[in-house]
């Protein structure tokens, strides 16, 4: 995978501008609120459709202006391709892929690869489990188009279901009578997102193993576990029929405890990925460089999965990556990226060989001879 060449309108503090990237290590460098995060923000916007950092889309668009226009020149599968869109309106107003108008963001979704790492991605080890579950679909979505749908209905289904427990309150007969089919089809979904989450969990840890291994000279040795509706010590993930036969019968059998918290309490939506180090839980024992080693290990395993996926490695967005990282883990970082395309950002440029300096100021990006 291989970003070509970005041109942004509108977008943040961009008024406009048109960004070239080469192979190798590309680095966007300058001051504080420059600009730089909100060039990987548009980039990696192509990728998945939104914005990492979780805002509205309005929020995007450049003060005093009615919409914004990004557009990704990208090379893969040895063809020059490209995506554009145009957002206002609160959301994607049109989209593009190779020129041709697409009607639904998830044909977009997983044609540009890349994986970002940006400091927000600490809550990844410290905060809640909906943040892990959001990694989690993220990650698998771009690789796998079923999962999305799936991910998709489940959702769907999930609102209607606590929509009816909500509603028991005064019809509890049509509650009676209509409940089952809800969790029948929870079931059904929940069953095919835990076996794919359970499974890229599993081959995660295995590259953050090998990735601590290199970086710690073993003295770390981190461990991930697929905390689902079967809870630690099911490991049926891999069987549909008996995790949706499991998850129904949870359903079915808790209606009263489900009827008193006003909502659905088994399923999907309350999985978590529990993250240790040397066998102790990272959330409260590691420090802030080990969360941050984690966070990037989980990103790398993300990056070889990707590639395992596709056939091509991703590129690597990342965002003030190299601070708060000792020289082991920093060096173990430049020696991993050799070789692919990464587009990062820093205040200093010191520190490292950048292949191509991208001076950035006030929305402009200027190549540094
Ligand atoms: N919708 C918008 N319209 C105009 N400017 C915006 C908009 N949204 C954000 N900005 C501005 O963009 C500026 C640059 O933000 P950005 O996050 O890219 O900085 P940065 O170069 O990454 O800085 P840092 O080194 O501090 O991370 C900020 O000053 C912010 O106020
Ligand atoms: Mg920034």
């Known amino acids: 995978m291989l970003a070509r060449k970005i041109t942004v309108s509108d977008f943040r503090n961009i008024a406009h501008a048109e960004v070239s990237f080469e192979e190798g290590i590309n680095v966007l460098c300058g001051d504080n609120a420059q600009g730089k995060t909100n060039l990987l923000e548009a980039i990696y916007f192509a990728s998945i459709g939104k914005s990492f950092r979780g805002n509205h889309t309005n929020e995007m668009i450049r003060f005093g202006q009615k919409e914004a226009l990004l557009s990704l020149d990208f090379r893969t599968g040895g063809r020059e391709q490209s995506i554009s869109l145009c957002l206002g309106g609160g959301r994607v107003r049109a989209a593009e892929k190779n020129r041709v108008k697409i009607r639904r963001m998830s044909e ?30 993220i990650a698998i979505s771009a690789a796998e188009p079923l999962y999305m ?34 969790s029948r089809q929870l079931a059904h979904e929940g069953a095919y997102i835990a076996k794919s989450r359970q499974r890229y969990v599993k081959n995660a840890e295995g590259y953050m193993k090998e990735c601590f291994k290199e970086m710690t000279g073993s003295r770390e040795e981190p461990s991930l576990l697929y905390l689902g509706v079967g809870g630690k010590d099911f490991d049926g993930y891999e069987d549909l029929s ?47 460089g080990q969360q941050r080693s984690l966070a990037l290990a989980l990103k790398i395993a993300e990056g070889e999965l990707c590639k395992i996926d596709c056939g091509e490695y991703p590129v690597l967005l990342f965002d003030d990556v190299l601070s708060e990282l000792d020289r082991g883990r920093r060096e173990y970082l430049l020696k991993h990226i050799k070789g692919k395309q990464v587009i990062m950002t820093t205040c200093e440029k010191e520190g490292f060989d950048a292949d191509h300096l991208i001076v950035v100021k006030n929305g402009t990006y200027r190549k540094a001879e």
Not at 110 to 136: D, N, T
Not at 157 to 170: C, G
Not at 247 to 255: D, E, G, I, R, V
Not at 270 to 281: C, F, Q
Request: aromatic share 8%.
């Open 108 to 137: 977009i979704v997983g044609s540009f690869r890349a994986v970002l790492f940006c400091p927000e991605h600490l809550s990844l080890i410290k905060e809640g489990p909906a943040e892990r579950r959001q990694f989690l679909d």
């Open 149 to 182: 749908g799936a991910l998709q209905r489940y959702n769907r289904i999930l609102k209607q279901r606590n929509a009816l427990i909500k509603a028991a309150e005064k019809d509890k007969a049509l509650f009676e009578t209509t409940v089952d089919i809800w």
């Open 242 to 288: 008996k995790t949706e036969e499991m998850l129904y019968q949870k359903l079915s059998q808790n209606h009263e405890r489900e009827l008193g918290a006003g909502a659905t309490l088994w399923g999907t939506h309350k999985d978590d990925v529990e993250v240790l180090l040397n066998g102790h839980a990272a959330r409260s024992f590691c420090s802030q």
